[in-house]
């Protein structure tokens, strides 16, 4: 309560300690950020793989001479992650801010939001650049996840982009081009992403737990990267889920321990299962898969990992691996319409023992 006894020529500069105080405070814990935020490349130089596309994006930055973009791949390949690591290098972090609109289509994919969000932003003059960037005469609208838009609003925005292209470039995100409509992809650089080889992406997966002081054991980040299948933004997270586990109980993160996190079945039970195939037992067969839906496994992920197992068994023909992939289909899309778990991985396991003891 000292303040109260100071002289009046000294409060503002107590104010101004006070706010400097308060801004302080406001900035957001790190801990609390997602690593995939805190992680995310900052600018072109820093992305993982997809060099090709790097190449050509970097070539354009120096000619500043960017054309509507489309970008397209599996998930978490680092479609998004590219295209703001540009807007930073082309306009700066803070100049980003008001040159740069960012829109989830799947949240708002209706052509009201084309119409008004985008348009107004699209028309709207360039702002004052900054001269440490290269800042050319134009503003970025980034539609993401854009396979959500609908045919109409889609329609839409291929009439925005040819109005206004002088003082704005589009870039389109989705996971599948073949939902967007030809007219709006002709008018777009195409650029394919790929999955991360299995190397980079456990390089990258290593260099997070090393920054984050997470002990892990041999195994267990490729155990993290493998149950990702590509998608680097998963196996950060299930990195940063998997953390706080071993922080809590104070030891080292290993294979089985990812598994148990992302729900990936063991592989002794799916080897259980394979072996029981030789079995013309029904009732153990029941008991088998009684045991497995106890567990709590999803059958859709037994199903699969059962599959790519089977597709690797030796000791089946290749007639018999197409039967039961076949059947596996079946019992796939029966799951999907909503069927019963437990009858049709019963049902499942009795057609396949039927086909493995086939000749």
């Known amino acids: 309560m000292d303040f109260f006894g100071k002289p009046k020529s000294d409060q503002s500069s107590t104010a101004t300690a006070k706010n400097g105080k308060a801004a302080e405070t406001a900035k957001p814990d790190e801990r609390l950020v997602p ?44 479609k998004t992650s590219t295209i703001l690591a540009l807007t930073r290098d082309m306009y700066g972090p803070e100049a980003a801010k008001t040159r740069v609109l960012e829109l989830n289509a799947s949240d708002e994919r209706g052509i009201s939001v ?9 028309r709207a003059v360039v702002s004052q650049a900054d001269a440490r960037y290269p800042s050319p005469p134009y503003k970025i609208v980034i539609l993401d996840e854009a396979d959500s838009m609908t045919t109409d609003a889609q329609a839409a925005l291929r009439r925005i982009i040819e109005k206004y292209s002088r003082i704005t470039r589009f870039c389109l995100i989705c996971n599948y081009v073949s939902r ?15 999955s991360l080889p299995r190397d980079q992406a456990v390089a990258r997966v290593e260099h997070v737990a090393q920054l984050e002081s997470v002990n892990c ?37 290993d294979a089985d321990m990812v598994a148990e996190l992302v729900g990936v079945v063991p592989a002794a039970v799916i080897e259980s299962l394979r072996v029981a195939w030789n079995s013309a037992d029904a009732s153990a067969l029941r008991v088998i898969v009684d045991e497995l839906i106890y567990s709590g496994y999803p059958a859709s992920q037994v199903l699969a990992q059962l599959h790519d197992r089977a597709m690797e068994d030796q000791q089946l ?17 029966a799951l999907c319409d909503g069927a019963d778990e437990q009858l049709q991985l019963l049902d499942m396991m009795m057609q396949a023992s039927r086909i493995a003891q086939s000749a």
């Not at 023909?317 to 899309?333: H, R």
């Open 217 to 253: 054991r041999e195994g267990a980040v490729g155990a993290l990267v493998d149950c990702a299948a590509g998608d680097l933004r998963r196996a950060i997270m299930s990195l940063q889920s998997a953390a706080r586990m071993v922080h809590g109980g104070g030891g080292a993160l």
């Open 317 to 333: 023909g290749s007639l018999q691996k197409a039967k039961i992939a076949l059947m596996m289909a079946t019992v796939d899309k």
């Open 180 to 194: 967007i409509i030809e007219p709006l992809a002709s008018r777009c650089t195409k650029f394919r992403f790929k």
């Open 114 to 122: 084309v119409r008004e969000k985008v348009k107004t932003f699209a």
């Open 35 to 78: 690593w995939v935020e805190k992680y995310r490349p900052k600018n072109i130089d820093d992305i993982t793989a997809q060099e090709e596309v790097v190449q050509v994006l970097r070539k354009s930055l120096e000619t500043k001479n960017l054309p509507h973009l489309l970008f397209y791949g599996p998930p978490g390949t680092g």
